[in-house]
């Protein structure tokens, strides 16, 4: 046993030692996202604004409604692409969206697939449902293929030659959809940038309205 | 007077209503009998703040948009108690789908609208008539 323990750690090791000597190869940027308390930033979309060209086809990307939510809850694509809208639960839901760049409304009853929507305008659009107010989404509609998103410790890398970006985020302290411009600082590695966020107005729910005699 | 005089009367009075204000629900409706827009407003607070309080079937409304099922639950009562009304919603078949309504569910929920006529006082004659109105739709709102 102990020698396995031994073999397992330095295998774990070595391959730190691989992708570490990989990365370097690579020589890519590292931006961290916190929010005004040091707190790292998930899901932040970061679009680069030297736009890549795309030659690959676009796929149809995927908006499901699992369990009243959103899934994902945030889904980035780029313009032009098209969205389905599936509904994996088994009650109605009706989805829409009141963003300038792709306004509609989609009755999804269980079993009956709408087609999918496409996306011709950069920005952000918000989604909800009209039936379940506890239900918010996004889909994030890039220029390019050029766009990233933060991970649970706010980290995302980026490519070398990358000189400015757009920064945006669900909960940022800004109009919603509205983008903030960076540019990475000269000679740097690694950049770290605070944003605002804001705690999200309360939903027009039953479960909102009533959580005092149910908790939550 | 008579309870048919009187309500010639009323339809008199009615009918110069209507060609006054155009749709107006008949006094003998039952929509009238709840107090029109103002009554139904009235219960279905009444009856949101009993499914609000309900460990029961509160699980089901859990996500549900407040403001959307009051707007679209007076509309439909309207509709349905012979009031000025066209209700623009889902069915109740296409609104229930999905949700596995047991039968005790439902007469339970029956029994959180019953609280709510009474809260606001409405007469229990009246409520059998809207029970009435009510009971067959149940078909089409629970098991499915
Ligand atoms: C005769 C009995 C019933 C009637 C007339 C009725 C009528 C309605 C109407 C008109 C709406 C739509 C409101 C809107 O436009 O948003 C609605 C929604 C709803 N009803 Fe019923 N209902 C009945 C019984 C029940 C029962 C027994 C349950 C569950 C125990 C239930 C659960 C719901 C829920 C959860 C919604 C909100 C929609 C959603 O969250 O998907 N209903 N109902």
């Known amino acids: ?216 | 007077m008579s309870l048919v005089a009187r309500c010639q009367k009323v339809a008199i009075a009615l009918s110069v209503m209507i060609t006054v204000s155009g749709c107006q629900s008949t006094p003998t409706s039952l929509y009238h009998q709840v107090g029109e827009q103002a009554g139904l407003e009235r219960l279905t607070d009444a009856f949101i703040n009993q499914i609000g309080q309900d460990k029961v079937v509160f699980h089901y409304f859990k996500q549900t948009n407040v403001s959307h099922f009051r707007t679209g639950f007076i509309s439909h009562m309207c509709a349905v108690l012979d009031g000025p009304c066209q209700y623009q919603g889902d069915n109740m078949v296409q609104i229930h789908t999905g949700m596995n309504i047991s039968e005790y569910d439902f007469n339970h929920t029956v029994d959180l609208l019953i609280a709510a006529m009474n809260e606001v006082g409405i007469s229990h004659p009246v409520q059998n008539k809207v029970l009435a109105k009510l009971a067959p739709m149940r078909r089409n709102i629970i098991k499915i």
Not at chain 1, 143 to 150: I, N, P, V, Y
């Open chain 1, 1 to 216: 046993m102990p020698f396995y323990f031994k073999k397992g750690c330095s295998f774990i090791a070595l391959s730190m030692l691989l992708i570490g000597s990989v990365s370097i190869a690579v020589k890519a940027k590292t931006l961290t996202i916190v929010d005004q308390h040091g707190r790292p930033v998930e899901l932040a979309v970061i679009e680069l604004l030297q736009p890549v060209k795309n030659d690959k086809p676009l796929q149809v990307a995927v908006m499901d409604q699992v369990n009243k939510q959103f899934e994902p809850k945030l889904l980035t694509i780029v313009k032009g692409q098209q969205v389905a809208f599936p509904n994996s639960d088994d009650i109605r839901h009706h989805v829409y969206s009141f963003s300038p760049i792709k306004p509609f409304e989609l009755k999804l009853y269980a079993g009956t697939p709408k087609a999918p929507l496409t996306f011709e305008q950069s920005g952000v659009v918000v989604l909800g449902c009209n039936i379940h107010d506890s239900m918010v989404g996004y889909i994030y509609v890039a220029q390019s293929e050029a766009h990233f998103l933060t991970d649970v410790q706010g980290k995302v890398v980026l490519p070398d030659n990358t000189s400015s970006y757009l920064l945006w985020h669900p909960e940022q302290d800004k109009e919603l959809g509205e983008r903030s411009e960076h540019i990475w600082p000269q000679d740097n590695s690694h950049s770290k940038v605070e944003i605002e966020l804001v705690t999200p107005a309360p939903r027009n729910t039953f479960g909102e309205m009533f959580k005092d005699s149910h908790g939550n």
